[in-house]
């Protein structure tokens, strides 16, 4: 009975564990806050704010699924196509959510968006070394 060697990288499989339990609530608030808030944005940021939140909530679970089957099963394209998604698609976007003062984000909307893009860095990090 051989037992099978794993190279999974666990701080990053806890770190994508943590990011799924947390996307819901991140969700939510978002859901929440975006009827209170839309009126009083420009057309214009209406626009970007309604094309970012579809975008990322798209990518984010895409780039978690492949996240997690990557780790999981030592698939390297899988780790590689994670790990460019994270860095070329979702760091722009998340840091767009987090530090553009036109969209008029809330103290509990920049709390969330600020868990999220730590573990957004955590796990480019993490993605790296594995």
């Known amino acids: 009975d051989k037992m099978g060697t794993h ?30 808030k839309f009126s009083k944005l420009e057309i214009l940021y209406q626009f970007i704010l309604a094309l970012s939140l579809v975008a990322v909530i798209i990518i984010e679970g895409i780039r978690l699924y492949i996240g997690y089957i990557g780790n999981l099963k030592e698939k390297i394209p899988e780790i590689a ?19 553009s003062s036109g969209i008029k984000s809330s103290v509990l909307e920049r709390i969330m968006q600020s868990i999220m893009c730590i573990f957004l860095i955590v796990q480019i990090i993490l993605g790296f070394i594995a």
């Open 7 to 36: 190279f999974s990288n666990l701080p990053l499989q806890v770190c994508l564990y943590f990011n799924v339990v947390f996307f819901p609530f991140w969700l939510a608030v978002n859901f929440i806050m975006i009827p209170i």
């Open 81 to 99: 196509s994670f790990w460019l998604i994270s860095v070329l698609l979702q760091t722009p976007l998340q840091m767009f959510l987090l530090l």
